[in-house]
């Protein structure tokens, strides 16, 4: 099966199953390598070959003059490309929600879904082509006008994380391409391989309409790769999904030489459920926000803080959820939740047991590695739920894994101090049929974070919507409403249709 997903992706094999680099005008003779295991079987699915310093400098190279040519198509037949790009994710959108859901882990459904999402704003970017409006402003100056226009920027380097492999990228690599930038890609090391199927697909489009394929490339590695992008005064827009400890170390490498900058880091997400909310609503947002992903979004729900009147009843209803989820291979649909994405992954969520029962948590749900029916990696672990202090400092810290503290409250406002009582402000929720609770929520004096929902639980976001959050989130925006204005350069044009130079401010020189 996973070969004819590699066929059907334009994945090339050479030297006993070595994946070959993606731009031809390299001889790739290459020691370094990653190897892609699937965290589902602990299977190596294929290596990879790292990008040199010297591929690296090539391939800014070949951006840049890629650029030139680029930013002079016209915004809506750059837009055209993005259809078409969009038209054959949906002939194969079976096969790279496979390749997703066995590199990554998610289940099959989240994994599909991830390619929907990149389906979904091609459609957003094509309709933008149109829509890259500017303004024009009154001059206080007789016979002169102002206006307002955007200009594409240049290169965008895109780092994304492990967690959505292609989803984040075509969040930013749709809406850059169609203002006119061309990108660099440096994808999560665990995950390469869906990058490079990601890059295929759009290399055949860009092919059969002539393009330059410069105008998007990968590059494959650890850290070391992304800091030469980071660090890299021809790349002028660096957008980073991942860690609160990355995204630092991205904003000083950028921030020294001036260059602009998204940071999409880590989310502590808690979602309120007040005595007046729908309690079939809140047990469906609040189990599938826990354990989707594995508990692996960024946007997963990790607090759930609920008003002491309803606490028992609804911890019940919970317990008795959790004895439901289908824990297993994330190909199998009847599974809810997949593996954890390594090793690693696994000792920080046992690492995190141990500290909750340190800060006197008591488990609803027991946690530990998930060890119910034979499976074929040890980085399953059960989803599991504490009843803890909301002052404990594990429940402050995010765990990239299926682990909901439980919270109780007494008023709304003890509730909405507990919300935003983390330093992550990415999403977060209120279940409640109460207007004033709802409507307080969104308000100033409500959530502190970038995205705050009603009725709906932590986890997923509308292309739509620009997404992002707050605080040591970042505060970047991606995807949709104007967030297309971040990937241009803002230019402000004063043009004079009269005889006279008549100064700003009254200002006047005689000679």
């Known amino acids: 099966m996973t070969k004819n997903i590699f066929e059907a992706l334009g994945i090339r094999e050479k030297n006993g199953g070595t994946i070959i680099g993606l731009r031809e005008s390299f001889d790739n003779k290459k020691i370094k390598e990653i190897s892609s295991f699937s965290p589902a079987n602990n299977r190596k699915l294929a290596d990879v070959t790292i990008t040199s310093r010297e591929e690296f400098n090539q391939t800014i190279f070949e951006a840049r003059k890629a650029f030139k040519e680029w930013r002079k198509v016209p915004p809506p037949q750059r837009g055209d490309i993005i259809r078409q790009y969009g038209d054959i994710l949906r002939k194969h959108k079976s096969e790279l929600g496979q390749l997703v859901s066995r590199e990554m882990g998610k289940s099959l459904q989240e994994g599909k879904g991830e390619v929907q999402e990149m389906i979904d704003i091609c459609d957003y970017a094509v309709g933008l082509s149109r829509q890259l409006y500017g303004k ?52 999560s090391e665990k995950t390469p391989l869906c990058a490079i ?27 070391t790769v992304g800091n030469w992008m980071t660090s890299d005064p021809a ?108 090793q690693d992954a696994v000792d920080n969520y046992l690492s995190a047991l141990n500290q909750i029962r340190k800060e006197g948590g008591k488990f609803i749900v027991e946690g530990g590695l998930y060890t119910e029916k034979k499976l074929e990696s040890n980085f399953y672990v059960k989803p599991c739920v504490a009843e803890i202090s909301p002052d404990a400092n594990i429940v402050r810290e995010e765990t990239f894994a299926p682990i909901l503290y439980v919270l109780r409250y007494n008023t709304f ?45 932590t986890s997923g976001a509308e292309i739509g919507g620009a997404f992002g959050g707050e605080k040591d ?11 297309w204005k971040v990937y241009m350069r803002r230019q402000t044009i004063t043009i004079n249709f009269g005889s006279d130079i008549p100064l700003a401010q009254g200002i006047s020189f005689d000679f």
């Open 413 to 457: 406002e003890e509730a909405l101090t507990i919300q935003n009582s983390t330093s992550q402000g990415l999403s977060s929720s209120i279940i409640t049929e109460n207007v004033r609770e709802a409507e307080y929520f969104i308000s100033s004096e409500g959530s502190d974070c970038g995205i705050a929902n009603v009725n709906i639980g």
């Open 235 to 342: 790349v002028n827009l660096v957008s980073a999904t991942g860690s609160i400890r990355m995204g630092r170390e991205v904003a000083v490498e950028v921030g020294k030489r001036l260059g602009k900058l998204i940071l999409e880091l880590g989310g502590n997400n808690a979602m309120i459920i007040s005595p007046q909310a729908n309690m079939d609503l809140a047990l469906n947002a609040s189990v599938f926000g826990a354990i989707g992903t594995a508990g692996q979004r960024c946007t997963s729900t990790r607090r759930l803080i609920i008003h002491d009147s309803i606490y028992d009843d609804f911890v019940d209803k919970l317990k008795n959820a959790y004895k439901q989820i289908n824990v297993g291979d994330p190909l199998d649909e009847d599974n809810h939740m997949g593996p954890l994405i390594d």
């Open 136 to 187: 024009t402003i009154a001059s206080e100056r007789p016979n002169h006008h102002m206006l307002e226009r955007w200009h594409p920027l240049g290169i965008v380097g895109i780092i994304s994380a492990f967690n959505f492999p292609v989803a984040v990228w075509s969040w930013n690599a749709m809406i850059a391409l169609v203002c006119g930038n061309v990108c660099v890609w440096k994808p």
């Open 473 to 483: 989130t970042g505060g970047g925006r991606e995807s949709g409403s104007d967030a």
């Open 197 to 223: 199927a990601c890059q295929n697909l759009l290399v055949r489009i860009l092919r059969e309409n002539g393009i330059n394929t410069a105008i998007s490339s990968v590059i494959n590695g650890d850290r």
